[in-house]
């Protein structure tokens, strides 16, 4: 990409996200799972649970989540163990711990490809996979990977190649709406999240006004996949949402 606004590889504007879709449930023995792909990258999320006991340090009066990561090829290294702990942030932040307490419920990642913005990819597999398994939430969220480029250009839904050429980069999570998508629970809410970001990683030099440009275009970005997210889970659970 030349500059802030020429096109990228592929031919892509800089807000412009890769072909998304999702799958629901392509594992029979899990209690929901789903495939979740950008352009080439693309993360199978299954979930297990409920079950009975939590991890010893986890309170037994809420329930617990547990995230294992499992890459394409080779063995899970200090990188996958950070992705392990923000999407256990994550995914707590947003469910409802309080209805199963003293319950675990496991999240199993594989990468099946990986061409950029693999986090975001990922955060958006799991929350279709809660919602598929049917795990009481406080709301949706989606995720959005912004790079920030050396003229301080910011690029949506980053590829492999482009990951390379940047001098930072901050990967978002915001809530898809602060309606709860538990029927028991529609009163619930959480409105730390409902006014801004879920979560927010980032790596590199990046300035307060990349920073806040990247949040400004992640969220503009952010609700057209949430609105993606939303009618692909009401074809399939309309009775949940």
């Excluded at 199978?44 to 294992?68: D, I, Q, S």
Aim: hydrophobic share 35%.
């Amino acid at each position: 990409m030349e500059g802030g606004g020429g096109e990228r590889a592929g031919g892509r504007k800089a807000n412009q996200l890769r072909a998304y879709s999702c799958t629901r449930n392509p594992l029979e023995r899990a209690h929901g799972s789903a495939r979740w792909a950008q352009g080439d990258t693309v993360v199978l999320a299954a979930v297990y649970g409920p079950r009975p006991g939590t991890r010893k340090g986890e309170n037994p009066e809420k329930a617990a989540v547990e995230v294992v990561w499992k890459p394409k090829t080779g063995q899970i290294g200090r990188q996958e163990k950070e992705y392990e702990m923000a999407l256990k942030r994550t995914l707590q932040s947003i469910c409802l711990l309080t209805v199963h307490p003293n319950t675990t419920t496991s999240v199993i990642l594989q990468v099946m490809g990986d061409d950029g913005s693999l986090l975001p990819c990922a955060i958006n597999a799991c929350c279709a996979a809660l919602v598929f398994a049917g795990i009481p939430m406080k709301h949706l969220a989606v995720a959005i990977g912004c790079g920030v480029l050396a003229d301080g250009a910011v690029i949506l839904d980053t590829s492999k190649a482009e990951e390379q050429q940047l001098k930072s980069f901050a990967h978002l999570v915001f809530p898809n709406s602060s309606k709860s998508v538990d029927v028991k629970e529609s009163q619930q809410k959480d409105g730390q999240s409902e006014r801004g970001l879920i979560t927010s990683i980032t790596h590199g030099v990046m300035s307060e006004d990349d920073y806040f440009n990247c949040i400004e275009r992640g969220l503009a970005a952010s609700a057209r996949i949430s609105d993606f997210m939303r009618t692909t889970l009401q074809k399939h659970t309309p009775d949940y949402l």
